[in-house]
Every structure is written in C-alpha cells, then in structure tokens.
C-alpha cells in the first residue's frame, strides 16, 4: 500500500486539486482526493506540495527497437528486406535491458507505444507497453494495437534509393499498399466465409502469415499508424483507409497546421513530432511547434511524440514545453502527452489520467517541467511501485 499526501494533482479526469492525497493499492489507485485518512501500515510519500500528474505517455516510440549505444547491432526496427512486412511484431525486438527504457522513466515516461520504423511500406505491429520489467512479455499493456504503414520519403530512400527497386515514389508506395491491402480484404472475406461455413462444404483458405497478420486491421479492431509528414502524403492515407474502410491514426503531421479544416473533417487521432531539432529532410521543411497549438486549439485530438530514439523519450515533458511556449494551452499539452495518446492507444480505461480504479501510473515533479527547463523528476511509480526516486 502506497500513500501520497500533500500533492498539487494534475487528475487529468476534471479539475485539479490544490492538496490532495491519492491512496494506492494492488497497482491500482483507490482514492483520491482532498480529506483522504492516511491508512497504518502504508508507505507514506510526503509531496511537500509539489505536482504531482499521471505518468506520461508516448504513443509514437520506437525505444527497445533502436538500442541506445550499440548502432548496427541493436537496430531491430526496420525490416528492410522486403517493402511489405505487417507480419513483424514490436514484442520481438524489444530489449527490456536498453537503456533508452531506463532514460524514459527517469523523466517521468510510464507507458509508450513502440513498434517498427518507416523504412517499409507495411513495417509490423507496435505494442503499448509499461516501461518496467525485464521480460518483454510482462510489459505490454496491449499488444499489436496498430499496424505501422509509410508514406514519403522513407520507404522512397529505403528501397528506390538505396536497394534499386520499388517504391521508388509516392505512387508504388501506394500501389504496393493498395495491393496487399486488396489481398488481405480477399483473404479475410474467404476466412470469413469458412467460418461460417458446415466447415465440411468448403475449404479453409491456404495460410497466409503476412495477410494473417492484417485481419485485425481488415477488421477494423486495430488502425493503421500511418507515417505522412507532407500534406499530400497524409491525404493519400486518409484516401486509402476510407477506400478500404480502415481505421487510421496520422503520425508526425508535419504540415498538420497548413491543411486544419481537413483535418477536422477527418477527426483521427494526431501523432506530432518529433519536433526539436534540425530539418533533416525536404519533408520537413514546415516542421514547428505551432503545429501542435494550431491543431489543438482547433479541437482536434493530438498527442505529442518525441519518435524517441530520435529525441530522448526522457525529454517528452520539454517537447509539451516547447509547444506551450509557442502558443499551446497548458491543459492541451498535458493531455497530448497523457489521456489522449492513452485514449489512441486503446488504453485510456487503463491510463492517462489519476482516477479511482486505473493503474498508479503516477509521477512527482520537482516543479512544473511545461514551464522550467530545470525541472526534475522526484519519483516515477508504475503500478503502485516506486520504479524511479531520484538521489
């Protein structure tokens, strides 16, 4: 048993409390509030008035798949041999022993959801994970909740550029999608029918992994996570889930703040980063962090990630700043960096927000980290556990 006391509490589920207390117990928060009895027996953290805020999360990772150190070694995120591999799973390359894990707690990172790169046009399954453990098996939240697709550049660099073959542009990108997509529509549509079938008069379709691993997607149980930073890429997979009738969540959104009313039209969930740093590409020309408070304070759902190992996954609290900074309402940052990545997730009954019943996910800051710089993390807790307490 776990109890906090005198916090400043960022609930992310209503209003703040001013001094509060939050009870937790088997993992899971049991009360919360302002006149809370502190119970014998429990550990007792005095938050001496500090804020105190869900863990945070970031649904857009790829920490445990690009190790932090060993370069060729541990990059395990791209499968590029072949254009079309949605049969890859994040579970299979994650290394719960990487040290980008440990950064990533350290600066108050609970949940993150990690998965394949870009360099494929279908590149595998992500997994929502906890960001403690030493099997990967035990930390997932949720395995396999969306299917990672590219458009732009990437797959175009990956294949065309470097390995002579398609894609070589935007085009077989999304004819080569197109056309798997086309397969496994097929192929669930014929599962379905055995399914249903006396199982005697028809017989079961000849087994396919790669259109096996797309029948959740074809079911619409689980989205595509669509790598488009360049307005006319994100259209081309919007186009293409509406011509397959899939759900879609947009990733990077580079030029987000250029195509606004579009995009509300649309209404998906909206991955934005990573942000710091250079313009590395053409596709990034327009990159800023007004993109994250033009979109938000249009109404749409955004979540803010670093694409970690690409920013430091402990820096993700310093993104949500540098987007307040830039005009960003400070409740939109925390809830792009909290409920609504949980909420993307699937995971928002689970995490993302301080209420009775979730998960302790909890973090304590040293101050307010949207507004200081200097500011650092007294404690990271998963699961009601103490993972991180600073010196």
């Known amino acids: 048993m776990l109890f906090i006391k005198n916090a400043k509490i960022k609930t992310m589920a209503g209003k703040d409390i001013s001094n509060g207390c939050i009870l937790v117990e088997g993992g899971k928060i049991k009360a919360i509030g302002e006149n809370i009895p502190e119970p014998g027996g429990a550990e007792v953290i005095d938050a001496k008035g500090r804020l105190v805020t869900p863990g945070l999360i970031d649904g857009h990772s790829h920490v445990g798949l690009f190790g932090e150190g060993p370069g060729w070694e541990g990059a395990d995120g ?6 079309i591999t949605p049969h890859m799973r994040a579970i299979d390359s994650l290394n719960p022993m990487d040290d980008g894990l440990k950064t990533s707690v350290q600066g108050g990172v609970t949940t993150i959801g990690t998965g394949p790169g870009s360099g494929n046009v279908l590149g595998g399954t992500f997994a929502c994970i906890k960001l403690y453990g030493r099997r990967a098996d035990d930390m997932i939240l949720k395995d396999n909740f969306a299917m990672k697709c590219a458009f732009g550049e990437n797959p175009k660099r990956a294949y065309g550029q470097m390995q002579k073959k398609a894609p070589s542009t935007r085009m077989a990108t999304a004819a080569l999608l197109r056309e798997t997509l086309f397969k496994a529509q097929r192929y669930c549509e014929e599962m379905q029918e055995y399914e249903k079938s006396t199982k005697e008069d028809k017989k079961k379709p000849a087994f396919d992994m790669k259109l096996h691993a797309l029948l959740p997607v074809m079911k619409k149980e689980i989205p595509l996570k669509a790598h488009a930073h360049r307005t006319d890429d994100i259209f081309t997979a919007l186009r293409i889930a509406k011509e ?43 990159k800023s962090f007004e993109t994250t408070k033009v979109l938000s304070d249009a109404g749409l759902k955004v979540c803010i990630t670093t694409d970690a190992p690409i920013i430091p996954q402990g820096g993700l609290s310093l993104c949500a ?21 949980a909420r993307a997730m699937g995971v928002g009954d689970r995490v993302g927000s301080l209420e009775t019943g979730k998960d302790a996910d909890i973090v304590i800051f040293n101050g307010n980290p949207l507004y200081d710089v200097g500011c650092t993390v007294a404690y990271t807790i998963i699961d009601g556990k103490i993972i991180y307490k600073a010196d």
Do not use: Q
Request: proline letters at 4%; aromatic letters at 8%.
């Open 78 to 83: 791209n499968e590029m041999t072949d254009p």
């Open 321 to 341: 700043g540098f987007a307040v900074r830039a005009g960003m309402k400070e409740e939109h940052a925390w809830a792009a960096i909290t409920i609504n990545p």
């Open 244 to 286: 397959f009738n899939l759900d879609i969540t947009l990733e990077h959104v580079t030029e987000g703040h250029l195509i606004v009313d579009e995009l509300k039209k649309e209404d998906k969930y909206l991955f934005i980063g990573p942000t710091w740093g250079m313009k590395s590409k053409m596709e990034l020309i327009h």
